[in-house]
């Protein structure tokens, strides 16, 4: 077993080499992270035997990698803020076109004003495009999550794109100790990619990502809600199957601390790092304080936090803002489970959340003033 | 039906795209008033009108552009 010191951003250009995509289109310019570094690395060192293509945007960079998965073959990503936002057209043609592309996102700001710290208004942005979104909360995970994406997106019944999202900086730029897996017991868990679905070849040609008439699009699009609610279940089948063989379980979201608790706090990511070390405490002094870590955000685990909330009073944590109403995160809870819930705007581009903003989210959700608050805000 | 990825297998799939479904106003003919002129046939924009005025209702949008032009007002819009 090897342990690295590393990044979030250097442990998932590891899990990327032992997924073997054959085509990476990157754009290797800000907002990039050392994912896209790392890999041309590894390429121009002659360990990964991938066609590396240095494309001229972020909307090229999705562009090239449908192209390159409609012609059948693994290929892989990654982005962060405003290219992601920039790739907004082809992203949402991935999903249509049904392409297992995996690609990573380093949750980041937008504009304006320029921003390069944390928070999740990027991806959340993408919520609508039909891509399962994984959020990690430390480097081990987005290293275990991106080998498990390719196991879901390639699934012949789903065929569906997943982007694995990790906190920009505090996750893509701080170390932590990361766990690998051989390239032998990652050839086992995931082995080559065989397309089964339609692809371009020569020897049966077709097109793909034709036009759809008012006649045909809605149903394809139903097919699509469809997979990737279907997803839902693949979702947990897989990180179980990786949890038995490497010991580390992922599902669609994590129960910590909440089977009995008053308060739950619901969130996305590494902050939940954070709010675990203060329910720790808050147990300590005898509060009944829980954690419901969301992984999934899209498929949404609406069935699962049904059934995780029971009757607590809810407090959920958004690093991003739907204007007028609240969180997105929020919004989707409420229209999940009918539990009193109260949602917080946290952390928006980069702002420290300390365990001080956890306790205040705490005590304003026991004693609630307001629908939505804004932590953190300075006088 | 399940589809994957918008593919299309076969060519010349444009004529699944039935244009017809486009329409508010169906042209109907009274073959009695008509005096075979053709002004329809010529004018049609998506070449749907025989000379013996049978419109492909698969195809056309309902224009009107055959009712405005028939000189004897043989053709009627009638909603669909």
């Not at chain 1, 100790?177 to 080559?192: C, D, H």
């Not at chain 1, 992922?250 to 070390?277: H, R, V």
């Not at chain 2, 005096?35 to 009107?64: A, F, M, R």
Request: charged residues 25%; proline residues 5%; glycine residues 8%.
């Amino acid at each position: 077993m090897v342990v690295k010191v590393i990044s979030s951003a250097e442990a998932i250009s590891e899990a990327v080499k032992l997924a073997r995509p054959s085509v990476i289109p990157v754009y290797p310019i800000t907002p990039q992270t050392k994912i896209s570094e790392k890999l041309a690395d590894y390429v121009a060192d002659g360990e990964l035997d991938s066609q590396y293509i240095r494309v001229e945007s972020e909307h090229s960079a999705m562009s090239a990698a449908i192209g390159a998965s409609g012609a059948g073959v693994r290929v892989f990503t990654a982005t962060s803020s405003q290219g992601l936002a920039y790739m907004h057209e082809p992203v949402f043609a991935a999903a249509g076109m049904r392409l297992p592309i995996v690609m990573a996102n380093a949750n980041r700001a937008l504009s304006a004003p320029i921003n390069i710290w944390n928070d999740q208004q990027d991806s959340i942005s993408e919520r609508d495009s039909g891509w399962i979104q994984l959020f990690c909360e430390t480097g081990q995970e987005a290293f275990d999550t991106v080998l498990q994406a390719y196991k879901i997106a390639e699934n012949p019944e789903i065929c569906v794109p997943v982007m694995v999202c990790v906190d920009g900086f505090i996750l893509t730029h701080t170390v932590d100790p990361v766990e690998l897996i051989s390239q032998e017991e990652a050839n086992e868990f995931l082995p080559p990619f065989t397309p089964v679905n339609a692809y371009l070849r020569t020897d049966d040609p077709m097109s793909l990502g034709t036009l759809a008439d008012p006649g045909h699009y809605l149903e394809i699009r139903y097919d699509l809600e469809k997979a990737v609610n279907a997803s839902k279940e693949l979702i947990e089948e897989v990180g179980k199957e990786y949890g038995d063989k490497f010991g580390r379980y992922y599902g669609l979201i994590e129960e910590y601390k909440s089977e009995d608790a008053e308060i739950i706090l619901i969130a996305m990511g590494s902050i939940c790092g954070t709010i675990k070390d203060v329910i720790d405490e808050q147990r300590e002094a005898g509060k009944k304080v829980g954690l419901i870590r969301i992984r999934s955000y899209r498929p949404f685990p609406k069935e699962a936090l049904k059934e995780a909330v029971k009757d607590a009073r809810l407090a959920v944590l958004d690093k991003d803002i739907s204007f007028s109403v609240g969180g997105a995160l929020f919004s989707d809870v409420r229209s999940s489970v009918n539990n009193e819930s109260y949602g917080f705007v946290i952390g928006l581009g980069g702002r420290d959340i300390t365990p001080d903003n956890i306790e205040e989210i705490i005590a304003k959700t026991e004693n609630p003033t307001n629908d939505v608050e804004w932590i953190g805000l300075r006088e | 039906m399940k589809s994957i990825g918008a593919a299309v297998r076969d060519p010349g799939s444009t004529r699944r795209n039935k244009t017809g479904s486009w329409r508010t106003f169906k042209p109907v003919a009274d073959k009695e008033k008509c005096i075979g002129c053709g002004l329809c046939y010529l004018y049609c924009p998506d070449g749907c009108i025989s000379l013996e005025y049978d419109p492909d209702y698969d195809y056309c949008k309902g224009c009107g552009i055959c009712a405005e032009e028939c000189p004897v007002k043989a053709i009627t819009m009638e909603r669909e």
